[in-house]
């Protein structure tokens, strides 16, 4: 599926400049991304369904991603939790940036809010990460809601790192200077001067840290930790094909996680590329 | 040649180990408080099957101390661990100081080989990626790289399962040891046996990182004025790259790779699962899906310490090490 893509896109991409082709590539990693998640959200529920007559099969036409031992088909199962992976995916990472907008412009509140910020994000870091998320979730009691604030309030941590480090940048400014001069208050210079040059920067930083998030829910999911058994999330599914990889039903478990890999793929190179064109240093690269 | 400043790595050291047990002081409450929000029951997961009269329930209650306020619980608790008893584990019935030596000795085995696997692996491509930078090989390993970055970890062991035990049978499918095979009678060999598929699959994720950072410092390195020197004074191939560019690059190399160690841990915990390797990690979700609190703070406090160490051998080569910056203090 993407390799034909790939493969329309190298003819139509001759005639075009650098930041055109660029941005022809985000919009084509968007609508995959796009319909990944409108088939998940309307496919056809009978598929999902179990079917004993057509149990275990392997990888065909009508089935191209196989069927399970209740005879699901592999391809909609398979759909569906890449759709609720990336939804999962969405919200943490927003959760993320949320808090790392509230620490970044905390940090520029002064030093003692600066050290607490720097203070934290070590904290955080100290204990590894993954079993910080199942920390977390065991604390909140598990189940979707567990996995998805456990790896929102776990990756915060670089894109605050950045945005204090920008920040400090930007209080160097002779315009932060002169407002503080005015006698405008701190918060008052956080929210009118430094937000808006932080803009781009989350947003940026939103779509750089969603891969991480959907590796992780995906990881403590198929741990046990995170979305119930009920879910056809890839978690579940990689971790339910394990009992069937010594029988070698390998299309249980090969197709689902390429496919996690291709919607992580997609989205870095969103990101990066978003990156190249938003850094007018980088742009001509 | 090398002068080891005594008095400055004394210093260091006694910030390190302060720095460290306020870390664990932190660590411990939070963790502790995190779990305690947990709907958890632990004379219910102890008492599992058992039939128990409601006297001998009440003793457990008091045993483990369920109508006894959080905090006067955990002050117990860490005047316990100061003691070096951090309480028995509920699912192995041992304690839990004992769980963890074994189970760590195990991991470690892991995680040493694949790190210094990747390490090796990683930096040579980047190497040879930053050496041949803009060429298709170049071009190749970076795609791997990125392609290796966003592989979910689990299914890449997953996948190795496959294809080595399940479809070539060259490897066991999983334990650290046979099955149906006395302990006294597990051979070095068995163990090596039941490590290698692991290993392979810990280090290939560690590989990228590496790689990316040693590639982009080589670049930089190739790029400075030292190099055109070197290059007018006829230098040029491998012999350039080895002498001014892989010395420059190593330390920081090195230094990234002990850096790695949380991410070491979390790729430790899903191979370990999938392998069903008895390590720590895999005792991590045993003792986290099975509510066993005590074992679980355990392993928090244990892999808080191992992320500590990692970083401090960081800071110890940057500070200590590096000759430049060596110089650069003598001179200020």
């Not at chain 1, 896109?9 to 075009?16: E, I, N, Q, Y």
């Not at chain 1, 809601?145 to 400090?168: D, F, N, Y």
């Not at chain 2, 951090?86 to 995680?111: C, H, N, Q, W």
Request: with cysteine; charged share 15%.
């Amino acid at each position: 599926m993407s390799t034909s893509v790939a493969l329309n896109g190298k003819g139509m991409l001759r005639g075009l400049n650098l930041r055109q082709r660029t941005i022809l590539l985000i919009s084509l990693m968007s609508l995959l991304l796009m319909t990944v998640l409108a088939s998940s959200l309307y496919i056809d529920s009978s598929s999902l369904s179990t079917n004993f007559d057509s149990r275990n099969l392997a990888p065909s036409l009508e089935h191209p991603f196989g069927t399970d031992w209740m005879g699901r088909d592999m391809f909609a199962r398979t759909l569906t939790g890449l759709g609720l992976s990336i939804m999962v995916g969405a919200f943490a990472s927003a959760i993320s940036t949320f808090v790392s907008v509230v620490l970044g412009l905390l940090s520029s509140m002064g030093r003692a809010a600066d050290s607490f910020v720097s203070w934290l994000v070590d904290l955080f870091l100290s204990i590894p990460h993954l079993l910080l998320i199942i920390l977390i979730s065991i604390g909140l009691g598990g189940g979707a809601t567990g996995v998805i604030i456990g790896v929102g309030l776990t990756h915060w941590t670089s894109l605050t790192r950045v945005v204090r480090a920008e920040i400090k940048q930007i209080n160097t400014q002779d315009y932060i200077h002169i407002s503080r001069n005015f006698g405008k208050s701190n918060w008052w210079i956080a929210r009118k001067h430094i937000l808006p040059h932080l803009v781009p920067q989350f947003l940026l930083g939103m779509i750089l840290v969603f891969p991480h998030a959907i590796l992780h829910e995906a990881s403590v999911t198929f741990l046990g930790f995170g979305l119930s058994p009920h879910e056809p999330a890839i978690g579940i599914i990689l971790s339910e094909s394990m009992r069937y990889l010594a029988a070698g039903y390998w299309w249980l478990a090969f197709f689902p996680g390429m496919s996690l890999l291709i919607v992580v793929l997609a989205v870095d190179v969103i990101g990066e590329n978003l990156g190249k064109i938003m850094d007018p240093r980088k742009a001509h690269e | 040649m090398i002068k080891v400043r005594h008095k400055e790595l004394a210093l260091f050291s006694l910030k390190k180990i302060l720095k460290l047990i306020c870390l664990l002081v932190v660590v411990s409450i939070a963790s502790f408080w995190l779990v305690e929000q947990a709907p958890i029951d632990p004379v219910k997961i102890y008492i599992g099957a058992m039939s128990v009269t409601p006297e001998q329930k009440a003793i457990l209650e008091e045993y483990w101390g369920v109508n006894t306020p959080a905090r006067e619980k955990y002050l117990n608790w860490v005047g316990n661990a100061l003691r070096g008893d951090l309480g028995d584990s509920l699912i192995y019935r041992m304690p839990v100081s004992d769980v963890i030596k074994e189970r760590f000795t195990a991991s470690l085995a892991l995680m040493a080989s694949a790190w210094l696997l990747s390490g090796v692996i990683g930096f040579f491509l980047g190497i040879v990626a930053g050496m041949k930078n803009g060429t298709w090989i170049d071009k190749a390993i970076k795609t791997y790289c990125y392609i290796l970055l966003a592989t979910p970890t689990f299914w890449l062991a997953l996948v190795m399962l496959l294809i080595f035990s399940v479809y070539l049978g060259w490897f066991p499918i999983g334990l650290g040891v046979p099955i149906a095979v006395a302990a006294q009678e597990v051979t070095l060999l068995d163990r090596l046996k039941h490590l290698i598929l692991p290993t392979i699959t810990l280090s290939l994720l560690g590989v990228a990182t590496i790689a990316m950072f040693t590639r982009e410092k080589l670049i930089e390195v190739m790029s400075s004025d030292y190099v055109l020197f070197a290059k007018a004074r006829g230098e040029k191939g491998f012999g350039l790259v080895w002498r001014h560019g892989v010395r420059n690059v190593a330390l920081p190399a090195i230094t990234l790779q002990f850096l790695g160690f949380s991410e070491l841990f979390g790729g430790a915990v899903l191979v370990e699962q999938v392998f069903s390797y008895p390590g720590l990690g895999q005792a991590a979700v045993e003792a986290g899906i099975r509510s066993d609190v005590p074992l679980l703070l355990g392993i928090v406090l244990i892999s808080t310490m191992f992320v500590f160490i990692g970083n401090m051998m960081a800071d110890l080569i940057y500070q200590f090490v590096d000759p430049r910056i060596k110089q650069q203090e003598t001179r200020a």
